[in-house]
């Protein structure tokens, strides 16, 4: 009879061995499988965009315009791609649109999509815009409606 006890032991604790064995190897897999998806997601979301709140300035002779928004991508070394609620703002006027190249280097700006202009007396809506000479200079491009506010 003491042989037959012992015989059960040892199958019941070789059994018990492999069904630990088997419940560890199953729970790494998937603690593995959720580790892995997890990386990937924050890989893909962090790809779709270079800068995060970006903030420049444009230097001009008279004034300084300083330019933000909520995304922003490299094109190359000088130039960003800026995106949504994109912003100009200085001391006499704002321009708000969603996409615009903005240089860097060259201290300019284009955009080809739809952009309000506000100013003390005037305001000016139009399909998009060029800043350059520094900031000196405007240009407002495509249909535009401009609005002149007079002090009677």
Do not use: C, H
């Not at 924050?42 to 330019?67: C, H, M, W, Y």
Request: hydrophobic letters at 40%; glycine letters at 4%.
């Amino acid at each position: 009879m003491n042989s037959l006890l012992s015989i059960n032991k040892r199958s019941i604790l070789i059994v018990s061995v492999i069904v630990l064995t088997l419940f560890v190897f199953i729970f790494s897999l998937q603690f593995y499988e959720t580790l892995k998806l997890d990386n990937y997601q924050d890989t893909e979301i962090v790809s779709d965009v270079d800068i995060t709140d970006p903030r420049f300035a444009i230097n001009g002779d008279n004034q300084k315009i300083l330019v933000s928004a909520k995304e922003g991508n490299f094109i190359d070394t000088n130039k960003i791609l800026l995106q949504r609620e994109v912003k100009f703002k200085s001391n006499n006027f704002s321009i708000e649109t969603e996409k615009v190249i903005f240089d860097r280097k060259e201290q300019t700006a284009e955009s080809k999509s739809f952009s309000q202009f506000n100013s003390e007396k005037t305001e000016i809506s139009s399909e998009g815009f060029n800043i350059y000479d520094n900031g000196n200079k405007i240009n407002f491009n495509g249909n535009s409606v401009i609005i002149l506010k007079w002090n009677l």
